[in-house]
C-alpha cells in the first residue's frame, strides 16, 4: 500500500503529545494533579508521547524515501527485507 | 463528568485522524481485491498489531478490566493460555492454508476443502454474528457514553434534551466507521485498528502507572488485596477453590483448546488482517508478532480492575455510582439499609442500584451485587486529570470502535464473495463487487444498528444473541482441524459435524445449569442433570462437548464417505502440501524459532504469577 501508517501516525502522536505537553507546562504545580499520585502526568507522558510520535513519524518519512529512491526491479516478491522482520 | 475543552481537542483530532485516513487511502481502492484484502500487500507488523487490536473492543476491554476486578490476575488466563496457545499454533500450522490457498475468506476456504454447503452454512452464519456483534458493540459504547456523562454538558449547553444522546452516541460512531471503511475498506480498518492499538497503551500505559504509585506498587497491590487475587493458578486442582469455580482440565480443555483455537484459528474478524499482509512468509508471522503485546495486555487491561479495588476511596472525585440513579431523593435510612448505595461500593466499584427504586440490588444470598463493568471508567476518572482524561476516552472510544469495524469489514468480504457473488449474482465485473463492497457495509452499519435498538428494547437480547453464538462457534475448530490435517475427511461429513456439534452445545446447555441460577437463560431448559459451580465452567464443557461431537462424527461419516482425490487436495492439506521453506530467513525470523519464544515467555509468566 502506498500510504505509509506511521507518518499520519505519527503525525497524530506529536500533535496531541504537543497538547498534553503544553497543558502540562500552564498547569505545573496545579491542584488538578493530586489525583494522579502528584505527578504532573500530562507533562511526561506528553513528552513521551511526542519522543514517540517523532519517532514514528520519521521511520515513515525515511522509507517512504527509500521507495521513491530505488525503483522496485519488476518484482513485488516482499520477501527482499532479509531478516529484518518488520517488513515495509 | 467534567471535560474541558483540552479534553474535546484530543477526542476530536482522533476523529479527524481517522477519517482522514480513509479519504487518504480512498484513490489506492481500484479493484475488489483491493478493497476487501487490502491488496494483500500490508506489512507483517501492521497486520500483526491489528490481529489483536480487532479483537480488543469495547466488551473486551471493559469486560477484562470487570473481570479483574472480580476475579483478580486469574483473568490472564484468557490472554495467556487462552489466546497465546492458539495464535501460536494458527501462525506456524495453519496460515499456510489460509493464505496459500488463495481463498479470501474462511467460508471461502471451506469450499475448496469441502464443498459448497459447508461454505453457505458457515458463510450465513458468520454474517449473521458479525452485524450483530457490531451492533452490541454499538449499544455498548453509548450506553458507556451516556453513563459517562461524556456529551451532557455539550448538549446542555445547546438545549437539547439528554435523552438524545444515546441516539446520538450511535449514529456518530455509525457515520465515523461507515466513512472510514467506505472510503478506505480493509486497509482502512486495519490501519485505524493499528492506530487505536497505540492509543490503548498510551491511554492505559499512564493509568496502571499512576494507579500502582498511588497504592504503593506491586508489593502495595499484593497486601491490599485477597490472596486469590494476585495468583493465576491459586486453588485450580479443585472447581471449589478459586474464584473462576473451574478445575485445570475445564480450563485447560475448555477454554485453552476448544474455545481459544476456535476464536483464533477460525474466526474470519481475525484471520482476515494476516490474510490481509503481504506475503505468505509475513502472513504466518503475523499472529505471532500479535502474540507478543496480547502476553503483556493484561498488565494494561486486567491490572486496572485489580487497582479499582484495592484503590480507597477517602478522597473521591468525581466517581461515578452504577446506573442512573432516578430516585435521588433516597431516604436517610438505618445502617444496613440498602437505600445508601455508596456503603458497599468496593474500592472503585460501586454497587449495582436498581434504577426504579434507588436501592442496591443484591443475589440470591442477600450480598449486594457489584457494578464491575465500571471499574475501567472509573480509573479514568478518578485518577485522570484534563488533558490526559481526554486521551483516556479516546482510547476507550477507539476500542469501541475498531470492534465494530472489524466486524463491518468481516461482514462485507463474506456477504459479498461467499454470499452475493456465490449464490446471487455470480460472474458479474470487479467493479460490480466493488461497488457491492462499498454498498454492503452502509447495509451492515444499518442492520447494527437495528441490533443496537433492539437491544434496548430487549433485555436479555445480547446474552441471548452471545449463546447462540457460543453454540455455533463452540464445534467449528474440529471441523478446520480436521480438515487441514487428515485427508480422508471429506465434506458430507464436515457439514454433519458441523451442525451435529451446534447441535450437541444446545443439548448441554439444556441440561445443565450453574449453581445459584434459576433454569432459562443460564442453561436447564430441557430438565436440570448436571450442576456446575459456575457459569464459566458450564460453558467451557459447552465447548468441550460441541467439539469432542463434532469431532467423533466427522471421523465416523469421513470413514463411510467417498474421500476426494488426493490431487484436489493439494495447498488444503497438511501431508499433501509442500512444507514451507524457512532456511533462507534469518534464524531469529523463523517461525518456530519465534514460536519456542513466545512459549517460553508465556511459561515464565505463569511462573511469575503462579
Same mark, same amino acid.
Given at each position: 500500500?502506498?500510504?505509509?501508517l506511521?507518518?499520519?501516525m505519527?503525525?497524530?502522536?506529536?500533535?496531541? %503529545?504537543?497538547? +498534553?505537553?503544553i &497543558? *502540562?507546562?500552564?498547569?505545573?504545580?496545579?491542584v488538578?494533579? /493530586?489525583?494522579?499520585? #502528584?505527578? $504532573?502526568?500530562?507533562?511526561?507522558?506528553?513528552?513521551?508521547?511526542?519522543?514517540? %510520535?517523532?519517532i +514514528?513519524?520519521? &521511520? *515513515?518519512r525515511?522509507?517512504?524515501?527509500?521507495?521513491?529512491? /530505488?525503483?522496485v526491479? #519488476?518484482? $513485488?516478491?516482499?520477501?527482499g527485507?532479509?531478516g529484518?522482520?518488520?517488513g515495509? | 463528568?467534567?471535560?474541558t475543552?483540552?479534553?474535546?481537542?484530543i477526542?476530536?483530532?482522533?476523529?479527524?485522524?481517522?477519517?482522514?485516513i480513509?479519504?487518504?487511502l480512498?484513490?489506492?481502492?481500484?479493484?475488489?481485491?483491493?478493497f476487501?484484502?487490502?491488496?494483500?500487500?500490508?506489512?507483517?507488523?501492521?497486520?500483526?498489531?491489528?490481529?489483536?487490536?480487532a479483537?480488543?473492543?469495547?466488551?473486551?476491554?471493559?469486560?477484562?478490566?470487570?473481570?479483574?476486578?472480580?476475579y483478580?490476575?486469574?483473568?490472564?488466563h484468557?490472554?495467556?493460555?487462552?489466546a497465546i496457545?492458539?495464535?501460536?499454533?494458527?501462525?506456524?500450522?495453519?496460515?499456510?492454508?489460509y493464505?496459500?490457498?488463495?481463498?479470501?475468506?474462511?467460508?471461502e476456504?471451506?469450499?475448496?476443502?469441502?464443498?459448497?454447503?459447508?461454505?453457505?452454512?458457515?458463510?450465513?452464519?458468520?454474517?449473521?454474528?458479525t452485524?450483530?456483534?457490531?451492533?452490541?458493540?454499538?449499544?455498548?459504547?453509548?450506553?458507556?457514553i451516556?453513563?459517562?456523562?461524556?456529551?451532557?454538558?455539550?448538549?446542555?449547553?445547546?438545549?437539547?434534551?439528554l435523552?438524545?444522546?444515546?441516539?446520538?452516541?450511535?449514529?456518530?460512531?455509525?457515520?465515523?466507521?461507515?466513512?472510514?471503511?467506505?472510503?478506505?475498506?480493509?486497509t482502512?480498518a486495519?490501519?485505524?485498528?493499528?492506530?487505536?492499538f497505540?492509543l490503548?497503551?498510551?491511554?492505559?500505559?499512564?493509568?496502571?502507572?499512576?494507579?500502582?504509585?498511588?497504592?504503593?506498587?506491586?508489593?502495595?497491590?499484593?497486601a491490599?488485596?485477597?490472596?486469590?487475587?494476585?495468583?493465576?493458578?491459586?486453588?485450580?486442582?479443585?472447581?471449589?477453590?478459586?474464584p473462576?469455580g473451574v478445575?485445570?482440565?475445564?480450563l485447560?480443555m475448555?477454554?485453552?483448546?476448544?474455545?481459544?483455537?476456535?476464536?483464533?484459528?477460525?474466526?474470519?474478524?481475525?484471520?482476515?488482517?494476516?490474510?490481509?499482509?503481504?506475503?505468505?512468509e509475513?502472513?504466518?508471522?503475523?499472529?505471532?508478532?500479535?502474540?507478543?503485546?496480547?502476553?503483556f495486555?493484561?498488565?494494561l487491561?486486567?491490572?486496572p480492575?485489580?487497582?479499582a479495588?484495592?484503590?480507597?476511596?477517602?478522597t473521591?472525585?468525581?466517581?461515578?455510582?452504577s446506573?442512573?440513579?432516578?430516585?435521588?431523593?433516597?431516604?436517610?435510612?438505618?445502617?444496613?439499609?440498602?437505600?445508601?448505595p455508596?456503603k458497599?461500593?468496593?474500592g472503585?466499584?460501586?454497587?449495582?442500584?436498581n434504577?426504579v427504586t434507588?436501592?442496591?440490588m443484591?443475589?440470591?444470598?442477600?450480598?449486594?451485587?457489584?457494578?464491575?463493568?465500571?471499574?475501567?471508567?472509573?480509573?479514568l476518572?478518578?485518577?485522570?486529570?484534563?488533558?490526559?482524561?481526554?486521551?483516556?476516552?479516546?482510547?476507550?472510544?477507539?476500542?469501541?470502535?475498531?470492534?465494530?469495524?472489524?466486524?463491518?469489514?468481516?461482514?462485507?468480504?463474506?456477504?459479498?464473495?461467499d454470499?452475493?457473488?456465490?449464490?446471487?449474482?455470480?460472474n458479474?465485473s470487479?467493479s460490480?463487487?466493488?461497488?457491492?463492497?462499498?454498498?454492503?457495509?452502509?447495509?451492515?452499519?444499518?442492520?447494527?444498528?437495528a441490533?443496537?435498538?433492539?437491544?434496548?428494547?430487549?433485555?436479555?437480547?445480547?446474552?441471548?444473541?452471545q449463546?447462540?453464538?457460543?453454540?455455533?462457534?463452540?464445534?467449528?475448530?474440529?471441523?478446520f482441524?480436521?480438515?487441514?490435517f487428515?485427508k480422508?475427511?471429506?465434506?458430507?461429513?464436515?457439514?454433519t459435524?458441523l451442525?451435529?456439534?451446534?447441535?450437541a452445545?444446545?443439548?448441554?446447555?439444556?441440561?445443565t445449569?450453574?449453581?445459584?441460577?434459576?433454569?432459562g437463560?443460564?442453561?436447564?431448559?430441557?430438565?436440570?442433570?448436571?450442576?456446575?459451580?459456575?457459569?464459566m465452567a458450564?460453558?467451557f464443557?459447552t465447548?468441550?462437548?460441541a467439539?469432542?461431537?463434532?469431532?467423533i462424527?466427522?471421523?465416523?461419516?469421513?470413514?463411510?464417505?467417498?474421500?476426494?482425490?488426493?490431487?484436489?487436495?493439494?495447498?488444503?492439506?497438511?501431508?499433501?502440501?509442500?512444507?514451507p521453506?524457512?532456511?533462507?530467513m534469518?534464524?531469529?525470523?523463523?517461525?518456530k524459532v519465534?514460536?519456542?519464544?513466545?512459549?517460553a515467555m508465556?511459561?515464565?509468566?505463569?511462573l511469575i504469577?503462579?
Amino acid at each position: 500500500m502506498n500510504l505509509d501508517l506511521r507518518i499520519p501516525m505519527g503525525l497524530m502522536f506529536l500533535i496531541v %503529545g504537543a497538547i +498534553m505537553t503544553i &497543558l *502540562g507546562l500552564f498547569t505545573r504545580g496545579s491542584v488538578i494533579y /493530586e489525583r494522579s499520585a #502528584g505527578m $504532573n502526568i500530562n507533562l511526561i507522558w506528553g513528552v513521551v508521547m511526542l519522543a514517540f %510520535g517523532l519517532i +514514528m513519524f520519521l &521511520l *515513515g518519512r525515511t522509507s517512504d524515501k527509500r521507495v521513491a529512491a /530505488e525503483p522496485v526491479e #519488476g518484482t $513485488n516478491r516482499p520477501l527482499g527485507g532479509r531478516g529484518h522482520g518488520m517488513g515495509h | 463528568m467534567d471535560l474541558t475543552i483540552i479534553d474535546w481537542l484530543i477526542m476530536l483530532l482522533y476523529f479527524a485522524f481517522v477519517l482522514g485516513i480513509g479519504f487518504a487511502l480512498k484513490r489506492f481502492m481500484k479493484t475488489s481485491k483491493d478493497f476487501f484484502q487490502a491488496g494483500r500487500s500490508l506489512p507483517a507488523w501492521i497486520c500483526g498489531l491489528a490481529f489483536i487490536s480487532a479483537n480488543l473492543g469495547a466488551q473486551e476491554v471493559i469486560g477484562m478490566g470487570a473481570s479483574g476486578a472480580k476475579y483478580g490476575i486469574a483473568t490472564s488466563h484468557f490472554y495467556w493460555i487462552g489466546a497465546i496457545p492458539a495464535m501460536i499454533f494458527v501462525g506456524v500450522f495453519m496460515m499456510p492454508f489460509y493464505y496459500g490457498s488463495k481463498a479470501r475468506s474462511v467460508p471461502e476456504f471451506l469450499r475448496l476443502r469441502f464443498d459448497e454447503k459447508t461454505r453457505a452454512y458457515n458463510a450465513c452464519s458468520f454474517a449473521v454474528m458479525t452485524v450483530f456483534s457490531s451492533g452490541i458493540s454499538m449499544y455498548a459504547m453509548a450506553r458507556l457514553i451516556q453513563t459517562l456523562h461524556v456529551f451532557d454538558s455539550l448538549f446542555l449547553k445547546f438545549n437539547l434534551p439528554l435523552g438524545w444522546i444515546f441516539h446520538f452516541a450511535i449514529i456518530i460512531s455509525a457515520i465515523i466507521v461507515l466513512g472510514y471503511i467506505f472510503l478506505g475498506g480493509l486497509t482502512s480498518a486495519i490501519y485505524n485498528e493499528v492506530l487505536q492499538f497505540f492509543l490503548i497503551v498510551a491511554g492505559f500505559l499512564p493509568l496502571v502507572w499512576v494507579g500502582l504509585k498511588n497504592v504503593g506498587g506491586w508489593s502495595g497491590l499484593k497486601a491490599a488485596l485477597p490472596v486469590a487475587y494476585t495468583h493465576s493458578w491459586r486453588g485450580m486442582t479443585n472447581a471449589h477453590n478459586n474464584p473462576l469455580g473451574v478445575e485445570w482440565f475445564g480450563l485447560s480443555m475448555g477454554l485453552a483448546f476448544v474455545l481459544s483455537f476456535g476464536y483464533w484459528c477460525t474466526d474470519f474478524l481475525v484471520i482476515q488482517t494476516a490474510m490481509a499482509s503481504d506475503s505468505e512468509e509475513s502472513a504466518r508471522r503475523v499472529p505471532l508478532i500479535a502474540a507478543v503485546p496480547k502476553m503483556f495486555f493484561p498488565f494494561l487491561v486486567i491490572l486496572p480492575g485489580l487497582i479499582a479495588i484495592a484503590t480507597t476511596t477517602t478522597t473521591q472525585h468525581a466517581m461515578l455510582q452504577s446506573a442512573p440513579t432516578l430516585n435521588t431523593t433516597a431516604a436517610p435510612a438505618a445502617a444496613n439499609d440498602l437505600s445508601d448505595p455508596t456503603k458497599f461500593s468496593k474500592g472503585l466499584i460501586p454497587a449495582k442500584v436498581n434504577p426504579v427504586t434507588g436501592k442496591v440490588m443484591t443475589d440470591e444470598r442477600g450480598h449486594p451485587l457489584l457494578d464491575y463493568d465500571l471499574a475501567i471508567p472509573n480509573m479514568l476518572l478518578h485518577y485522570f486529570p484534563t488533558g490526559i482524561l481526554g486521551l483516556g476516552l479516546t482510547a476507550l472510544l477507539a476500542s469501541f470502535m475498531s470492534g465494530m469495524a472489524g466486524n463491518v469489514t468481516a461482514f462485507n468480504t463474506v456477504w459479498t464473495y461467499d454470499l452475493y457473488q456465490s449464490y446471487i449474482h455470480k460472474n458479474a465485473s470487479d467493479s460490480h463487487y466493488l461497488k457491492m463492497g462499498r454498498w454492503a457495509t452502509v447495509g451492515g452499519i444499518l442492520l447494527s444498528m437495528a441490533t443496537a435498538y433492539a437491544a434496548t428494547s430487549f433485555n436479555n437480547i445480547m446474552d441471548t444473541l452471545q449463546l447462540v453464538f457460543s453454540f455455533v462457534n463452540a464445534p467449528l475448530f474440529a471441523t478446520f482441524l480436521l480438515g487441514m490435517f487428515w485427508k480422508r475427511t471429506t465434506g458430507h461429513a464436515a457439514f454433519t459435524g458441523l451442525v451435529s456439534g451446534t447441535v450437541a452445545a444446545v443439548v448441554h446447555h439444556g441440561l445443565t445449569l450453574p449453581a445459584d441460577a434459576h433454569p432459562g437463560i443460564h442453561g436447564g431448559w430441557i430438565t436440570v442433570v448436571h450442576s456446575y459451580p459456575s457459569e464459566m465452567a458450564q460453558n467451557f464443557w459447552t465447548a468441550i462437548w460441541a467439539f469432542s461431537v463434532n469431532f467423533i462424527l466427522t471421523v465416523i461419516i469421513s470413514l463411510m464417505t467417498k474421500p476426494r482425490e488426493e490431487s484436489e487436495l493439494v495447498g488444503l492439506v497438511y501431508s499433501l502440501t509442500p512444507k514451507p521453506v524457512e532456511h533462507h530467513m534469518a534464524w531469529y525470523a523463523r517461525p518456530k524459532v519465534i514460536a519456542v519464544g513466545l512459549i517460553a515467555m508465556l511459561i515464565a509468566l505463569n511462573l511469575i504469577f503462579r
